[in-house]
């Protein structure tokens, strides 16, 4: 339950304190008194929004705290010790603060430690619940009255259940339908992978195998260009003077018959000695590669007739010829996903199917608990109304038929408001005043069964006066 709440910096709160007791607690005051801004205050410590322009004029901050007490509340005492932040000393305490600065800065604690909104927001949601003004216009939406409903019976848990069984048929079925649609799509685009992936398959070019044969193949073509060459080359190494001796040995001998002991003239004759070694050794090379110069036509012919089909699939699939390799391999890659998507179809079908099912027999078990509830739902709720001044006041759930995430029910709230009269749909029947009546005794009698220590209702007698109020 709340034990204290305090209020600093808000609108034109500069600090209250309030500290609550067990049982029924009633703050009255004229319009404008401050009952809201508290409400506001309390709802910024759930992990409301924050809004700047709640910070007082001339302070820096809005800081909000609440304590309270969670002896009995197993839920929210496991929700502090899975997260760390259970008090060590008095564990069955609770300590929220929030603070919002002028900038919009926010932080938030529970029990001195920070957190994030979100776990703000759902530590709180065990502990107190805030119904707000003209809560009794949500009334009138279907949804929020399958919801009390829910609430009042305990089958939060079973309609939860529900909503994720739902959630992953929904999912699993969109998925199949997607998958279905794209195979489909690809139909025309499979039967020319197929085809396309054999004909590479079947030429079956390597990688850089292309650059080799093209290599190969410009050796060959031009063979006797160089073997010309070569010839040439050869006939300027060995050429011979009139005297029958190559002219570079001539020029050697020549120079052995200076009488001349010069340094500079030895080098040069060794140098030529030297160079006439290389010449020699050079023409002995030429000699050996002029040799192995003998193109085979059939050699010749196979090479040039590889090179044209590989040039032939290049222009077909519109790349070049050394990226066939690589074509082949994103084709083929291409060409299983189609095949993953065609293998995943029997395993989407069947998570379908069996969530299909699921949900279906838990909807059914939560229909039937609903019905079950609704008479007593009702009978409480019609007692209330009477004691509210709405005489033969009744209510009765009818209940309709769909197919959603909360199950297979629609409900709407059917109310009688005068005994000689028969009932209809709330948002029909029912005046301003009745309803705002109704709405009170429907919240009252679903918050019995919530489990929450703490329960406020703002203006709880909006639209009731007189005796009533």
């Not at 079908?349 to 609903?370: D, E, I, N, P, V």
Request: with cysteine.
């Amino acid at each position: 339950m709340l034990r204290h709440l305090t209020v600093r910096d808000f609108a034109l709160v500069k600090e209250v304190h309030l500290d609550f007791e067990g049982g029924l607690t009633v703050l009255t005051g004229e319009s404008g008194a401050g009952k809201t801004i508290l409400l506001e205050a309390l709802g910024l410590v759930m992990g409301d929004r924050a809004n700047t322009t709640h910070v007082r004029p001339g302070a820096e901050r809005i800081e909000v705290t609440a304590e309270f007490d969670l002896s009995g509340n197993a839920q929210a005492i496991e929700f502090l010790t899975s997260r760390g932040l259970q008090d060590g000393d008095v564990p069955t305490q609770c300590l929220l603060r929030r603070m919002v600065t002028r900038e919009g800065r926010s932080r938030a604690f529970i029990n001195g430690t920070p957190v994030n909104l979100t776990d703000l927001s759902e530590l709180t949601s065990t502990v107190i619940d805030i119904h707000a003004q003209n809560e009794h216009q949500q009334l009138l939406r279907r949804t929020v009255q399958l919801e009390l409903l829910d609430q009042y019976a305990g089958l939060e848990e079973t309609r939860h259940e529900v909503t994720d069984v739902f959630k992953v048929w929904h999912a699993a079925a969109a998925q199949l339908d997607a998958v279905t649609a794209r195979i489909a799509a690809a139909r025309d685009r499979r039967e020319l992978l197929d085809y396309q992936v054999s004909e590479l398959a079947e030429l079956g070019l390597a990688e850089g195998e292309y650059e080799a044969l093209n290599a190969q193949f410009r050796r060959l073509a031009r063979i006797e260009e160089t073997q010309a060459h070569i010839a040439q080359s050869l006939t300027v190494l060995e050429g011979e003077s009139e005297s029958g001796a190559p002219e570079y040995t001539r020029i050697l001998r020549i120079l052995d018959e200076i009488d001349d002991a010069n340094p500079q003239l030895d080098a040069a004759r060794e140098l030529l000695r030297s160079a006439i070694t290389h010449l020699d050794e050079a023409t002995t090379e030429l000699r050996h590669y002029s040799d192995t110069l003998q193109r085979e036509p059939a050699d010749f012919a196979r090479i040039e007739a590889r090179l044209d089909l590989v040039m032939d699939l290049a222009r077909k699939h519109r790349v070049r010829p050394e990226a066939l390799p690589a074509h082949a391999l994103a084709l083929s890659r291409e060409l299983d996903a189609i095949a993953v998507e065609e293998g995943s179809i029997d395993a989407l079908r069947a998570t379908a199917s069996t969530a299909q099912t699921r949900y279906h027999t838990l909807a059914k078990t939560l229909s039937g608990k609903r019905r079950k509830t609704a008479r007593t739902f009702e009978k409480a709720v019609g007692e209330l109304m009477r004691e509210l001044g709405i005489k033969g006041g009744a209510l009765e759930l009818v209940f309709g038929d769909t197919e959603s995430e909360t199950g297979i029910d629609l409900v709407d709230y059917h109310v009688r408001t005068n005994p000689k009269l028969p009932g209809g749909p709330l948002k029909e029947i029912a005046s301003g005043g009745e309803r705002s009546r109704v709405s009170l005794a429907i919240q009252v009698v679903a918050a019995e069964k919530a489990r929450l220590p703490a329960l406020v209702l703002d203006e709880a007698d909006v639209g009731i006066g007189g005796t009533t109020a």
